[in-house]
């Protein structure tokens, strides 16, 4: 377990419409985890990925698997 804290940011494809999430990256390497939360609620959850799972849904994202609609 990591005592670091997390440094989160928002992609740079990210236009501040309110509708983004922020990712912690500084954590894979100290706690093995890819921490995601809601920009509109810093205070609130954040869901954890392991680094493969986190890459897994990136690619599928770039690939066109998550149609908008």
């Known amino acids: 377990m990591t005592t670091e804290s997390p440094r989160w940011f928002k992609s ?5 419409g309110g509708a983004c999430v922020e ?8 706690g093995g985890v ?8 810093p205070g609130g959850p954040a869901l954890t990925f392991t680094p ?4 897994s849904f990136v690619a599928g ?9």
């Not at 990712?23 to 100290?30: C, E, P, Q």
């Open 12 to 16: 740079s494809y990210s236009n501040n």
């Open 34 to 41: 890819v921490p995601v939360r809601d920009s509109k609620d």
């Open 61 to 69: 994202v770039q690939g066109g698997d998550f149609p908008t609609s």
């Open 52 to 55: 493969d799972a986190w890459r």
């Open 23 to 30: 990712i912690a990256a500084n954590l894979v390497v100290s």
